[in-house]
């Protein structure tokens, strides 16, 4: 036995008890067949309206041949030598201010961690330059260098901890050059805020 069939039993009793007028019946029965129809029309109205827009948009398109794809503005130089030089403007004092004071492992530990950090920020912001068609052709050499100075900056820290400070040094140099060579090479596209 299914639940419906318990709850129609469990409820006979009171339908039973209940009296109910067979008028009353009558009436919400007429009521019910009245309404069902005109619903039924108005739903397949509705649904029909709905196709017919698909289809006169659809149809549209078709004519048009429009794609509809959205793009974005081409990069300009202007766009391109603004972000360098709000990135240079932040990065370069940093930078500046990247050298040993106390030729310690502790000292050199903490200038790498300062070029990590310096060269982290600057890939995110040479990755997102608007770079403009005329300029593509130093994005990969200013890419291959920011890699290389965080790659430089990293060494830099593990052989400081290691207490191998010569080498250490030669790592953070090497960080250096790398990312002033970035600055130059911004400075020689437009961004004079990045020249070293």
């Known amino acids: 036995m299914n639940i419906e069939q318990e709850i129609s039993e469990t409820l006979c009793v009171y339908r039973d008890s209940t009296p109910g007028s067979i008028e ?93 950090e310096i060269a982290r920020t600057a890939m995110a912001q040479v990755e997102a330059f608007p770079v403009p068609e005329s300029l593509r052709g130093s994005v990969p050499a200013n890419r291959s260098d920011v890699r290389a100075a965080l790659d430089d900056a990293e060494q830099a820290g593990r052989v400081a901890q290691e207490g191998d400070l010569t080498t250490a040094q030669i790592k953070i140099d090497s960080a250096i050059g790398a990312l002033n060579r970035v600055g130059v090479r911004l400075a020689n596209d437009g961004a004079e805020t990045c020249r070293p």
């Open 24 to 116: 009353v019946w009558d009436r919400i029965e007429a009521r019910i067949r009245r309404r069902r129809p005109a619903l039924r029309w108005v739903a397949v109205g509705v649904v029909a309206a709905a196709l017919a827009v698909v289809g006169g948009v659809t149809l549209n398109l078709q004519r048009e041949g429009a794609s509809h794809q959205v793009a974005a503005a081409a990069p300009t130089l202007e766009g391109y030598i603004d972000a360098a030089n709000r990135s240079c403007a932040e990065l370069r004092p940093k930078l500046d201010e990247a050298r040993v004071v106390f030729p310690t492992a502790t000292g050199y530990g903490v200038v790498a961690g300062q070029l990590v």
